[in-house]
């Protein structure tokens, strides 16, 4: 069963457990579980990049009759395709200077602000900016700022 079927089918079957269960203690666990696996999934977004990294490094996607990368995200993301292209490039902005799992605690607006106004890689090694890129955009700004007031950030 492909990943698109298997997440459609757990979907449904979350619906029809919803409608069929009462016991509130299950109707949480399930939904829980369902809002969790989605916090996932959204958070992600550098094993997402990896991956399809991959597929378009190896030329994976001929092995599912596609001939060009492109094609295939159209078909398999859709709504998805440009968020997609944006982290496959942060990614390669950031990965040779930050570890998959630096990456994956850098929520995506931070990845987003150090890619883009931290380039010097002796300034991403900097403890201090390194611990920052993993706080929420505004705390990032501020403690990026506070270390590096030589990049004159704007607000």
């Known amino acids: 069963m492909t ?9 449904i079957d979350l619906e029809m457990f919803l409608e069929t269960n009462t016991d509130p203690a299950q109707r949480f666990e ?3 579980r369902e809002v969790r696996h ?4 959204v958070t992600g977004w550098p094993r997402l990049a990896r ?5 378009e490094t190896e030329k994976l ?3 599912g009759g596609y001939k060009t990368m492109t094609a295939w995200l ?18 390669k902005n950031l990965s040779p200077d930050y570890s998959e799992s630096d990456l994956s605690d850098m929520p995506l607006e931070s990845a987003k602000f150090i890619a883009k106004n931290v380039t010097s890689r002796e300034h991403r090694k900097t403890p201090n900016v390194r611990a920052a890129s993993k706080e929420d955009k505004a705390d990032c700004v501020n403690d990026v700022r506070e270390e590096l007031p030589e990049l ?3 607000d």
Not at 5 to 10: A, M, N, P
Not at 38 to 41: A, D
Not at 74 to 91: F, G, M, N, T, V
């Open 3 to 11: 990943a698109n079927l298997q997440l459609q089918h757990s979907l």
């Open 30 to 32: 399930a939904i829980d």
């Open 38 to 41: 989605v916090e996932s999934v």
């Open 51 to 55: 991956y399809c990294q991959m597929v």
């Open 61 to 63: 996607y001929e092995q």
């Open 74 to 91: 159209q078909k398999a993301a859709p709504k998805s395709e440009r968020s997609i292209r944006d982290y496959l490039a942060l990614h």
């Open 152 to 154: 004159h950030l704007e």
